[in-house]
């Protein structure tokens, strides 16, 4: 056993190897200018690896500028992850789609990650003489009103900076503005020196049509002064910096003409709609609960400009909405937001119901045209559900067909006539030999404790305990609920709160007092009455 132990141990070793090297990559932007830097990060768990990647197919198109490494150890649910990371910081050579190339560690291999590196102007230098300059851009000179523009702040210094370093904050009037993701720093070689670059980009939304102009922003520094200094116990030696961008205009341009009046105006650069269903709606029966999920993304807005998505409201299904889920995701070309509505539907009738198709108009910002966005039709096939069918009560006559033969009602009427006589002559012989008082033998609940049930689950304002007490009151009624709930508004009204809780996720905030209220309201004709009083006699002088 200790042999089979000692050679099965190194094969495990080898797989659970073998399972975890693993070699992932990824850049941190796929855009950037010529003569930017960008960091290519590579990472694995495999903790058997303890050499460098081999960086040399990288030397055609890129030049290495810089490698470090970080080792981390995490720990989640009581499980340690070890895990070691190089950071590479790279210049590429070629402008272009630059694809860098899978690199190697051990028997672990990255994946190819393209970058798109575009061709700078002439512009910088001017600038590049200076240690320090600021460069502000935007994406593009024009956009309609509520649109996406993004402005792209730059700092370049070629000289070292103390970490004292501030911006004055962006602000425009008549405009929201958002960040996008965290400030970027790498370098950039102009006219052959090297720069350190820092880099913000907001999205900026004009809300009025007209002419927007970007106020200069400025930014101050101390510059790290290399003199040797005379006083080390005195402050850090440096001159304070502070350079200014330019102002930018932008023109906005009101909503177009051809856009539809009554249709919220949706300006964005790509939109899609998409729906899911939880269960899927091939199988329902009346009664289920189907839970629909609309999910709206935009390229170009955020999550609080889109509007609400069209409610299913639909003959012969109920309807529970949730709170719609907003959320925000940074690309590079700006802000996705998406909005996501779910809503339960419970059918209640069996049958062909028709969902309508779901339509969103907006405007491709991207083309300049109007589009429409939509969810197709569809039908749910509903069946009926044989645990909702109500039992008859026993004992219930049902109604026969008249007889136009007369003979036969003499017939029946003697028969009757004469059962009946025998009858109560024998229930008289019977009654001398039994007590006066006999207690009535009951073969199920009584209708009072029925009613006791419905009382202490409403009250505990427990709506499953509640339903399930309904349904067994509703059993000795003459008729079944949806009877008493179309003649009596009150009871409706209950049992649409009720149905509510079961079927969304306000049911720990019901109140029961209501439907216990409905219940008790109901006129007495309509309820099936205890024959005997709580005690089991009865009464002694009955009417």
Known sequence: M???????????????????????????????????????????????????????????????????????????????????????????????????????????????????????????????????????????TSVYVQAQAILTLRIYHSVSLYDDSSLSPLQIADARIEQLGDTRTYEKDINGLRHGVIEMRYAIYPQHSGLLTIAPQTFSATLVDTAPSQDASGPKPGKLMRVSSASIPLTVKPKPLTYPVDAPWLPARSLSLSESWSPEPDHTQVGDSLTRSLILKVEGLASSQLPALPATDVNGLRRYPDQPVLSNQSSDRGIVGSREEREALVPNRSGLIDLPTVDVVWWNTFEDHLEHSSLPARTLQVANNPSLQIDTPAGTLQPSTADNDTLWWWKLSTLILACTTLLGFGLWW???????????????????????????????????????????????????LADMAARFVPLSDALDGLNGALYSETGQHWQGEDLWRAIRTIPAAERVQDPVGESGLPPLYPK
């Open 2 to 140: 200790t042999r089979f132990t000692a050679l099965l141990l190194p094969l495990l070793i080898c797989t659970a190897s073998a399972q975890a090297a693993e070699l992932s990559a990824s850049v941190d932007r796929s855009r950037l200018n010529s003569g930017e830097t960008v960091e290519l990060i590579l990472e694995t768990d495999d903790v058997t690896q303890f050499g460098k990647p081999d960086l040399s197919a990288l030397e055609p198109l890129f030049e290495v500028r810089g490698t470090r490494q970080v080792n981390q150890l995490n720990t989640l649910n009581g499980d340690n992850r070890a895990t070691t990371r190089w950071i590479i910081t790279l210049l590429p050579k070629e402008n272009g789609s630059v694809v860098i190339p899978p690199l190697q560690l051990g028997e672990a291999q990255s994946q190819p990650i393209t970058v798109q590196v575009i061709a700078s102007d002439n512009r910088e230098d001017k600038n590049g003489l200076d240690p320090v300059f600021i460069e502000a851009s935007l994406d593009q």
């Open 430 to 480: 019977r009654a001398r030999w039994q007590p006066a008082i006999h207690r009535a033998a009951q073969t199920g609940p009584s209708p009072r404790t029925l009613m006791d049930d419905i009382k202490r689950a409403s009250q505990a304002n427990d709506p499953h305990a509640t339903r399930q007490a309904l349904d067994a009151w509703a059993r000795q009624q003459p008729e079944t």
